[in-house]
C-alpha cells in the first residue's frame, strides 16, 4: 500500500488535472480495450464500458449484478494517470468510495493480476478513500470556498452535512471529473 500511495503522490501534477503532459491516447486505448477484453472474458458480453470526457479517468466498465456471482454490480475506472492506476468497486454509488463496499479477496486479486498483466497498477479503494493532500485545485475544494461565499454573503444557509464539503479523497484526484 506504501508503494502505491507513493505512485499517488509521485504522480500529481496540478499543471495536468485531466490527463499527464506525456499522456499517449494510443497507448491509453490499447489499454483499455484489454482491460475491457478482460472483464468480457470473466463475466461475459453484459459488460458495458464508456469514455471519460473532461475528467482524470479514461473509462468505466460495467459489470451488472446478476454477472457477477455476488447480486451486486460491480464497477472498475482507469485512470489518465500512473500509465495506468485502475480502480474497482462493488455497489451502484457514482460517487466518492465509501458508500459501497470494496471488492471482495476473490475480485481484487484477480483483477489485480489483470493489471499487473497489461501494465497498470490497482489501487484498492481503500486508499482512494484517504483525504487528498496535494497540490492540484480539485472541484471539492472549490465548492466548499463558493459554499462559504455565499453562506457569508446571506444568500445561502449551511446545511446539515456540510462538514463534508470540500473535502476530497485520492478518488476525487485520478477518478472523477476536472
Not at 24 to 29: A, H, I, M, Y
Not at 39 to 46: I, K, L, N, Y
Not at 51 to 56: C, K, L, P
Not at 59 to 82: E, H
Request: glycine share 10%.
Amino acid at each position: 500500500m506504501d508503494r502505491i500511495r507513493d505512485l499517488l503522490v509521485e504522480n500529481d501534477d496540478p499543471r495536468n488535472l485531466e490527463r499527464p503532459a506525456d499522456f499517449d491516447r494510443k497507448t491509453s486505448e490499447n489499454c483499455f480495450t484489454r482491460l475491457v477484453h478482460a472483464f468480457q472474458e470473466r463475466f461475459g458480453p453484459s459488460c458495458s464500458s464508456g469514455r471519460g470526457q473532461d475528467a482524470s479517468f479514461y473509462g468505466v466498465i460495467d459489470v451488472p449484478a446478476d454477472a457477477t456471482r455476488i447480486d451486486r454490480s460491480l464497477n472498475a475506472t482507469m485512470s489518465n494517470f500512473g500509465g495506468f492506476f485502475v480502480t474497482a468497486r462493488v455497489g451502484t454509488d457514482e460517487g466518492l468510495p465509501g458508500v459501497e463496499e470494496s471488492l471482495t479477496e476473490e475480485y481484487a486479486t484477480w483483477l489485480d493480476g489483470v493489471c499487473t498483466a497489461i501494465g497498470c497498477t490497482f489501487v484498492p479503494v481503500e486508499l482512494l478513500r484517504e483525504p487528498y493532500d496535494g497540490p492540484s485545485p480539485l472541484l471539492a475544494a472549490g465548492d466548499a470556498a463558493l459554499a462559504e461565499v455565499l453562506v457569508a454573503a446571506g444568500e445561502a444557509e449551511g446545511e446539515e452535512g456540510d462538514e463534508d464539503m470540500g473535502k476530497t479523497s485520492w478518488y476525487d484526484r485520478y477518478f472523477d471529473y476536472v
